[in-house]
């Protein structure tokens, strides 16, 4: 797809940056406009804001020719077309004209190739984007300018009313601002190279070829029809074309060194890329058009505008290539900025309205790219897929498209997939089975580990039986305690509920009880931890972390570092009172199993004391557990061997960690494979993969199922069954999630705090019925939507042969 392979940015003199202190009064009134940067959105921006208003004088400056050009096809998607239809129906119909629109996407791997119909793609050569914008921008009297040095922003920010900068992903403009924009860029670990080849392909093209050296995939699409009466097949004549496709070749960065790309010239990359996708290509060669291998860089600024000069497409944010968003965030950010300029009572106000609507659009953008450019990153760890299961998490790697809306798309690819996962028919995937030890989950949704902060003494008491049984009669396949603490001084706040006792168990086991009686077929697991240096707090709805007022207990931890500032300050464990721990673990377990649990979760994250152990943020110990990531598991390693020593052979025991901190210096995901493999090779049938909560200055990046990549990670590199949680919402999110293979169980929070049947309501939006839900025989006459009022009422017929009836008399 379309990326953001951006002409060099236009050269500024680097000076002390200045804007115009007397911007106009209004944004709509006749402006003297600069744009750096002759690309799809600089041009689109200019052709806009000239027809929106023909008095006013705008210029775009280009350092390159009016053809030059460094990439090859531009991707449109129908709702970017849908806003160029309406706000410019003459570029849109010189577009219609020139794109080459295709359904289906291939996706070739290990020999085998699947097709997916039904995506919807239209795209157009980039050179001739750029014609029919240069043609409306002159027809519109825009002042075009190429082959000359773009003057300093901040010199044009000094001669005009507003400056846009639309210089690509290396603008000069942001860096001449920098201290105003603070922009982030991340360069990421792969290598690709942009290239064409000339002959169309059939469809969108993902090839994956394994080499001596690593692993290495194409993407490749059509930008350009065969001219009338040619096959693509035969060599080009005169001015006649044999059409023409993008092929953008990537590998990780020593993959890339490895196979002597570092040393190969222009002409022997094109050469041996054409080679190694032979087959993809049917033989053919490619070219290239000034191409070398780079970096893809993800640029995020913390603000888009100052004073009159504002940042348009890759010069404010960039989204990788694999979904295609590059000019496509480009022409959106032109029409967004025309329509707020046009909009709003002053040019401040307009660049404010035009990022606070285009930054969520963008952020969310950017999220889906980035998961998808990590999938790619990660590809070698799903070669083992089997081929269409590898197809569908290909396809869905984005977290755009999902199992619902892939159905809606090709059902019959959709349910290939199914079958071979090993759906019954008319199974979802998130109802079929999963095995731990001699545990038989009926369905793959577990309600996450929640705190309640309502237990008496450690007691669960009336309001825990209610909440679990609960959720257990709504369908779960395992229903999971909040965590149960070992021991007094290792609760969280004064309503943790615990297992240091007899008593405690007896309570609990009313609750396992009526979970096994009433809703049978639903597992229910008991987490066990320690609060670690984040206890003695107050209630969450009190002051969530803040210490109590009065009634303090003495805090321990890995070292003596308090969670925050202000929290009280924890005395470091001596061996003397690691041994005690253990032994309170241990305890526990043994009074858990006697209260009829039928899993136990050792809570090694979110800070606290096990997980304390872990992240080298808060473990700075200097015996032997401290140190080296092997020391810093040793404690928890020898907690779980002996919950595990007591802990009934057959039923399972699962670890949930933090797969990162989100700060830097601390657990990071290569950590987190390591420490899953770890507690994998001492028996952990699964890890329950969260992320966070370690430190009180993190910085998590959060988005829809924000945390699942890290379990995926997990899962097929430690190659363990893991959990995974985080924002996972909808059961389209489960089904996508399970099919593709990047989780075995998915555990959801606060979906079931909304709903305690969601399970129940997700089998029944799907129109399932089978073994992997049960609805309460007292709750089956509600196993189907109802209905919501008179609008879903049957309607009479009101026309008779085309013409409407008269209303009858007193209607």
């Known amino acids: 797809m379309e990326g953001t392979m ?6 500024g003199t680097a000076r002390p940056a200045t804007t115009n202190p007397h911007p106009p009064t209004t944004a709509n009134a006749p402006l003297r406009v600069a744009i750096i940067g002759g690309g799809p959105g600089g041009l689109y921006a200019a052709a806009l804001l000239k027809r929106l208003d023909p008095t006013r004088d705008i210029t775009v400056h280009e350092r390159n020719a009016p053809h030059d050009t460094f990439g ?17 129906p003459e570029v849109y119909s010189a577009l219609t004209t020139e794109f080459v629109r295709w359904d289906d996407i291939d996706i070739v791997h290990r020999g085998t190739r699947h097709t997916s119909g039904g995506h919807g793609f239209a795209a157009l050569g980039r050179r001739r984007l750029l014609e029919i914008l240069h043609q409306r921008c002159r027809s519109l009297g825009v002042d075009l300018r190429f082959r000359t040095e773009v003057p300093a922003p901040a010199r044009l920010a000094e001669t005009h009313d507003l400056v846009i900068a639309a210089d690509g992903v290396h603008s000069t403009t942001r860096a001449a ?51 009338p009466g040619r096959h693509p097949s035969t060599r080009p004549f005169g001015p006649q074309s044999p059409g023409a496709s993008t092929v953008i070749v990537e590998m990780r960065e020593e993959v890339w060194r490895a196979a002597g790309f570092d040393e190969a010239d222009e002409t022997e990359s094109v050469e041996r890329c054409a080679k190694i996708f032979a087959d993809a290509l049917g033989g053919r060669p490619l070219r290239s058009n000034n191409s070398a291998w780079t970096t893809f860089r993800t640029v995020v600024n913390e603000r888009w505008s100052h004073g009159n000069v504002v940042l348009l497409g890759d010069a404010a944010h960039t989204a990788h290539f694999s979904i295609g968003s590059g000019t496509k965030l480009a022409v959106e950010d032109a029409l967004a900025l025309a329509a707020c300029l ?15 609507e285009r930054r969520p659009v963008v952020a969310s953008t950017q999220r889906a790219a980035r998961a998808s450019l990590e999938w790619f990153e990660n590809l070698a760890l799903y070669l083992r897929q ?32 199914e079958r071979g996962f090993g759906c019954p028919p008319g199974t979802p995937p998130m109802f079929t089975p999963f095995r731990l030890r001699g545990l038989t989950l009926r369905n793959r949704v577990v ?115 308090p969670y925050k500032p202000g929290s009280q300050t924890p005395r470091e464990l001596s061996r003397a009172q690691l041994t005690d721990l253990r032994e309170q673990f241990t305890a526990a377990a043994v009074r858990a199993a006697r209260a009829g649990f039928d899993l136990l979760e050792l809570h090694c994250a979110h800070g606290y004391l096990l997980s304390g152990f872990l992240s080298p943020l808060t473990n700075h110990r200097t015996d032997a557990y401290g140190g080296s990531p092997e020391k810093r598991l040793r404690f928890p390693l020898e907690v779980f061997d002996a919950v595990r020593a007591v802990w009934p052979e057959d039923r399972p025991m699962t670890v949930r960690i933090s797969a990162t ?135 009479p017929r009101l026309t008779l042969s085309g013409l409407p009836l008269a209303p009858a008399p007193g209607v």
């Open 177 to 227: 601002f920098a201290d105003v924009f603070r922009p982030h860029v991340t360069a990421h670990r792969c290598r690709y190279i942009w290239l064409a080849a000339d002959f169309p392909f059939d469809a969108f093209r993902f090839e994956i070829a394994e080499t001596e050296h690593g692993v290495m995939q194409l993407h490749g699409y059509p930008y350009a029809r065969p001219s």
């Open 342 to 356: 046009s909009e709003r009572p002053t040019l401040t106000d307009a660049l404010r309205a035009y990022e606070a």
């Open 447 to 561: 309600v996450s580990p929640m705190d309640m902060y309502s237990a008496a003494d450690g007691l669960p008491g009336d309001f825990h039986l209610v909440h679990l049984g609960a959720r257990a009669l709504g369908g779960a396949g395992l229903v999971m305690t909040e965590m149960v603490c070992v021991s007094p001084e290792g609760r969280i706040t004064p309503g943790c509920a615990g297992l240091w006792s007899g008593r405690q168990a007896e309570a609990w086991r009313r609750i396992t009880d009526f979970v096994h009686t009433r809703a049978p077929g639903t597992a229910i697991g008991v987490q066990l931890g320690h609060s670690g240096r984040k206890g003695s707090t107050r209630l969450m709805w009190e002051g969530m972390d803040e210490p109590l007022d009065e009634g303090n207990w003495p805090l321990v931890a890995a070292s003596p570092l």
């Open 661 to 795: 901190d989100w700060a830097a210096g601390g657990t990071t995901a290569e950590d987190a494979v390591a420490i899953a493999r770890a507690f994998a090779d001492h028996g952990a049938d699964a890890i329950d993969v969260s992320t966070g909560q370690v430190v009180s200055d993190e910085e998590p990046e959060f988005g829809r199922s924000y945390q699942t990549p890290f379990a995926d990670r997990v899962r097929n590199e430690a190659r363990v069954p893991v959990i995974a949680v985080g924002a996972i919402s909808s059961w389209d999110d489960v089904n996508s999630l399970i099919l593709a293979g990047r989780t075995d169980l998915c555990a959801l929070a606060r979906p079931h705090l909304y709903d305690p049947h969601w399970t129940l309501h997700a089998a029944a939006e799907q129109g399932y019925e089978g073994p992997g839900v049960v609805w309460p025989p007292q709750y089956r006459a509600g196993s189907r939507p109802p209905r919501t009022g008179r609008t879903d009422a049957p309607r």
């Open 6 to 11: 951006t002409r060099p940015g236009a050269r």
């Open 386 to 417: 089997p081929p269409r299961q590898f197809a569908f998490n290909l396809l869905t790697r984005s977290r755009r498209v999902t199992h619902d809306n892939l159905r809606l798309r090709d059902a019959r690819f959709t349910e290939s997939v």
């Open 72 to 88: 090859f096809g531009v991707v449109l998607s129908d709702e970017t077309l849908g806003g160029i239809e309406h706000a410019d």
